[in-house]
């Protein structure tokens, strides 16, 4: 399908794409490695897409943002499961997803999507939706950047109704939740799927908000703490909670799946891993330490604005 609203959706994606890299490229002080990607004729999906990737930098480890737009015969599993009506049918999907990892402990993880999946059953006219979201996953608790982090999470949805924070805010505390685990990923934030709410303009609209808030939502809280001192403990503990980050990717996560499901390009999908990360058996944090109050204050779900 080639129609004016697909083409300005990807307009629109490859933009922000470039926004996102050159501001954290300026903060860290290093580039992004531009790795442009093309599917080969005669692959189960057509497309292509830019990994942009910053490897070893002055304030990340890994920072990964691609930009993709993919066509396929068929739809995967994990985007019918909620549409039961359009299996088999062929679909075309396009988004940009980054996740950061900074090397600071004390500097949170963050994860960005945002994405159109039109779904094209035959004879039948397309059927879009929407989804994505951001949301902050911290080592060390801030009360200050939760709140920063949440109010422009909501300030971004305010034009779209009252309604909409509420709703995303908790779909995110229960979709980035590692049930095997029963604990939260992170601090949370806001997720949406299968959304086209007021048509395609109005939910193209709400996507574009929420994509254009994350620089303001994140760079502030990486100002505040990429220079704090840390040591051996804080490595540590950065490296275990990290452990959970890998786990809720492969186990949970609905884009992991569909990317490897449709046939997507495995070292895009995967750039969202830390480039280090721990496991212990049976870790628990001292009682009473800054480790333990991540758990106890900040995995929780709580209202944060």
């Not at 933009?15 to 005669?42: C, S, Y």
């Not at 709703?167 to 229960?174: A, G, L, S, T, Y």
Request: proline share 8%.
């Amino acid at each position: 399908m080639n129609d004016s609203r697909t083409e300005e959706v990807r307009g629109w994606l490859t933009g922000l794409q470039r926004r996102i890299t050159d501001g954290i490229a300026a903060v860290d002080g290093h580039a992004f490695r531009a790795d442009a990607w093309r599917k080969a004729p005669g692959e189960p999906l057509q497309g292509d897409g830019v990994t942009m990737i910053l490897e070893e930098g002055g304030v990340f480890e890994r920072a990964g943002c691609g930009f993709s737009h993919v066509r396929g015969p068929k739809l995967p599993p994990s985007a019918t499961q909620h549409r039961p009506e359009l299996v088999g049918a062929a679909f075309e999907a396009m988004g940009v997803s980054l996740v950061f990892h900074p090397r600071n402990p004390y500097t949170p993880t963050v994860h960005l999507n945002v994405r159109m999946l039109a779904a094209l059953p035959q004879g039948a006219e397309p059927v879009y939706w929407f989804g994505g979201g951001m949301d902050l996953t911290p080592y060390y608790g801030f009360e200050e950047d939760a709140v920063h982090f949440h109010t422009l999470c909501r300030d971004a949805l305010v034009p779209f109704g009252a309604d909409k924070y509420p709703r995303f805010k908790k779909w995110c505390d229960e979709y980035f939740f590692l049930k095997h685990r029963n604990e939260p990923r992170g601090i949370g934030g806001i997720f949406f799927d299968d959304h086209f709410e007021g048509g395609f303009d109005t939910s193209f609209a709400m996507l574009r908000a929420v994509g254009d808030a994350f620089l303001p939502a994140y760079l502030p809280i990486v100002a505040r703490r990429k220079d704090t001192p840390w040591g051996e403990r804080e490595r540590a503990h950065q490296l275990l909670r990290r452990g959970r980050y890998v786990e809720f990717n492969l186990v949970w996560d609905r884009g992991t799946h569909f990317g490897l499901q449709s046939g997507g390009r495995t070292e895009s999908i995967l750039m969202s891993m830390p480039p280090h990360a721990r496991w212990a058996y049976d870790h628990q944090p001292a009682p009473g330490t800054p480790e333990a109050e991540l758990t106890e204050r900040f995995l929780t779900g709580k209202d944060w604005v």
